[in-house]
Each structure stands twice: as C-alpha cells, then as structure tokens.
C-alpha cells in the first residue's frame, strides 16, 4: 500500500508578482485543491517541502507551474506537478478587476496513511441559508430530500456527490470536522471560500 499526502502549510513567499501594475489587490485564495498522488512506501522521510512559482490565469486556472524544489523522487514530482495545474484559484484582483499573476508558494506536506470516507455535500451560497437547511437535517428531515430540494432551485444552494474520497485533500479545518464524523452523520455549515458546505458521511451499505 501506499501512503497518502497531508498539505499542511502552504505559504505565499512573496506574494503576487502580477502582470499588470498592482495596487489595492487581493491576493488569490486556493479554492480546489485536488490531492497529491501517493507516494512509495521507499520515501522513509517524513514530510516533503515543495518550493513552485505558479501563474493564476485571470479565470483563476493555473497556466503554469515551475517545481523550484522537489521530493528528490522525479515521477512523483512530475505528478505532482500536473496535480497543482488542476488546482483553482479565486483570481488575483487590482481594482477589483482579475488579473494574471504569478505566485511563489511553498508547500509542506505530510506522509500519511490514507482515511477514505464516502461523502456527499450541500453547497451554499450564504450562510443563513446554510444554517436554515441545517435546521431541518437537525429537525428529521433526510438529506437526500434536501439535496433534491436544492436541485430543483439552484440559487437556494448545489448538491455534490462526492463519492470517495481520501479526506486529507481538505484544509486542516475541514479535515478535523470529517475525521469525528460517523457513518450517516452530517457536518454544521463550514465556511468554504465565499461558500459553506454541509457533508454527509455515507453509510456503509451506500458505499
């Protein structure tokens, strides 16, 4: 078996080297994160520190990413790599208008056996919404009868199967509220970038 990787810091080194002029900007804000690949049981260290430069498209995308500093493993780093391209970014923001913009991140990474759950989610565009469904999952109501709810009006909020899915992909944050959860049981809203979510954990005969 192989183990699974923990991000645990990811820092902005020098912050945002922009294409354009940058005055009052905001900085981008990682989004989605998907996972690093596993990495051989012969990597007997117990973290890896990345260094990259990464260009943030205007649409958030990453465009293009430079490995300054890797795991000394080339396949592993050559996936890795391809993963952060995957990455989404809320874009850098000069005068509130998106620009492209290149970062220096590092990133330290935790080996790790991995936790798989079988999850699904509620996204919500606001936190009263969030909490008012919350209420009624609290009240009985199914969360499979709330997730038809929200497919039905979409501004109300977005259902997200998730499927299975290794939970150290999620901010430390996130990752706490899912390692407690039971089989069938569900989170309280979680702030998520402008959003909040709501997992269920999947039972066992639903995965």
């Given at each position: 078996?192989?183990?699974?990787?923990?991000?645990?810091?990811?820092?902005?080194?020098?912050?945002?080297?922009?294409?354009?002029?940058?005055?009052?900007?905001?900085?981008?804000?990682?989004?989605?994160?998907r996972?690093?690949?596993?990495?051989?049981?012969?990597?007997?260290?117990?973290?890896?520190?990345?260094?990259?430069?990464?260009?943030?498209?205007?649409?958030?995308?990453?465009?293009?990413?430079?490995?300054?500093?890797?795991?000394?493993?080339?396949?592993?780093?050559?996936?890795?790599?391809e993963?952060?391209?995957?990455?989404?970014?809320?874009?850098?923001?000069?005068?509130?208008?998106?620009?492209?913009?290149?970062?220096?991140?590092?990133?330290?990474?935790?080996?790790?056996?991995?936790?798989?759950?079988?999850?699904?989610?509620?996204?919500?565009?606001?936190?009263?919404?969030?909490?008012?469904?919350?209420?009624?999952?609290?009240?009985?109501?199914?969360?499979?009868?709330?997730?038809?709810?929200?497919?039905?009006?979409p501004?109300?909020?977005k259902?997200?199967?998730?499927?299975?899915?290794?939970?150290?992909?999620?901010?430390?944050?996130?990752?706490?509220?899912?390692?407690?959860?039971?089989?069938?049981?569900?989170?309280?809203?979680?702030?998520?970038?402008?959003?909040?979510?709501?997992?269920?954990?999947?039972?066992?005969?639903?995965?």
């Amino acid at each position: 078996m192989k183990h699974s990787v923990i991000l645990i810091c990811l820092l902005f080194l020098s912050g945002c080297s922009s294409i354009h002029q940058t005055i009052n900007n905001h900085a981008p804000v990682l989004l989605v994160q998907r996972p690093f690949p596993s990495v051989p049981l012969s990597l007997t260290k117990p973290d890896i520190l990345l260094a990259t430069d990464i260009l943030i498209s205007e649409d958030g995308s990453v465009a293009n990413v430079i490995l300054r500093t890797g795991s000394g493993i080339k396949a592993w780093d050559s996936i890795a790599v391809e993963t952060i391209r995957t990455w989404e970014y809320s874009p850098m923001r000069v005068n509130n208008n998106p620009v492209a913009c290149w970062v220096h991140q590092k990133m330290r990474i935790r080996i790790a056996e991995p936790i798989i759950y079988s999850l699904s989610a509620l996204l919500f565009p606001s936190y009263e919404i969030a909490d008012s469904f919350y209420t009624y999952l609290v009240e009985g109501r199914k969360f499979e009868e709330i997730a038809n709810s929200v497919s039905l009006f979409p501004t109300l909020g977005k259902f997200i199967d998730i499927g299975k899915v290794d939970i150290h992909q999620y901010s430390e944050f996130i990752r706490n509220s899912l390692t407690n959860l039971s089989e069938g049981e569900f989170t309280k809203p979680i702030k998520y970038d402008d959003h909040y979510i709501i997992f269920k954990r999947a039972q066992s005969s639903q995965n």
